[in-house]
Every structure is written in C-alpha cells, then in structure tokens.
C-alpha cells in the first residue's frame, strides 16, 4: 500500500506565496520522477512541474520562472515553491510519483488527494 499525502494548500492574494508539500509512504523500493499537475474547474488536469530521480525539471510555460520542483529522497517528498502567484494558478493541485514496489517490475503511476490553492484578493 502506497499513499501520497499532500499539504500547504490554501487562500493567497496576487503575488503571494505558497509551499507545496508530499510525502509518500508505504511499501516503497524506489521512486523515479515526482510531479505536480492541476486541475481548475471545468478544464483538463494539465502537467505544472516534473522532477527526475536525478534532479532534472521540466516546467509548463505559464509557471516557469515563478515556481520550484525540488525533492528530499531521503524523505521521499516533493515540493512546489510557487512564488508571484496569479488568479489563474487557482486550482486543485495533485501530486503524483512513480514508485516501484518492493518484488515489482515496473513502476506504477500514484497520485495524491489533491490540495486546493486559490488566488483571490
């Protein structure tokens, strides 16, 4: 049994800042790439941030330069620092990682609660 649990979510005006946390727990042999995607209501969850077990990243467009991906392996936890935040970054944000299991041969895509993040004034 593998879980992700996520924190940090919550109400932030324009241009403020929020802290994305996951843990993952459970029967766990190894974790290959951690992520965050969102979801706003009435639109596709879509990919905001990637990072490899060993440390690349990728970003969608809209958040480079404003937000971070990083991970404590040793924690098995994802971060997203997401910094000069907009309106449109509103959303329920899901954590996701692909884990193998111990005696497994392949990795299995998990995904998190999902935590809501929204940007008003």
């Known amino acids: 049994q593998v879980q992700l649990v996520e924190s940090g979510g919550g109400l932030v005006q324009p241009g403020g800042s929020l802290r994305l946390s996951c843990a993952a727990s459970?029967?766990?042999?190894?974790?290959?790439?951690m992520g965050w995607y969102r979801q706003a209501p009435g639109k596709q969850r879509e990919l905001v941030a990637l990072?490899?077990?060993?440390?690349?990243?990728n970003y969608a467009d809209s958040v480079k330069g404003r937000f971070t991906i990083s991970r404590d392996n040793a924690k098995k936890t994802v971060y997203l620092q997401m910094n000069i935040l907009k309106p449109e970054d509103t959303a329920v944000y899901y954590c996701?990682?692909?884990?193998?299991?111990?005696?497994?041969?392949?990795?299995?895509?998990?995904w998190g609660q999902g935590t809501q993040v929204t940007v008003s004034s």
């Open positions: 990072i490899t077990s060993g440390g690349n990243t």
């Open positions: 459970g029967s766990i042999f190894s974790i290959d790439s």
């Open positions: 996701n990682a692909k884990i193998l299991g111990p005696g497994s041969n392949r990795y299995r895509d998990y």
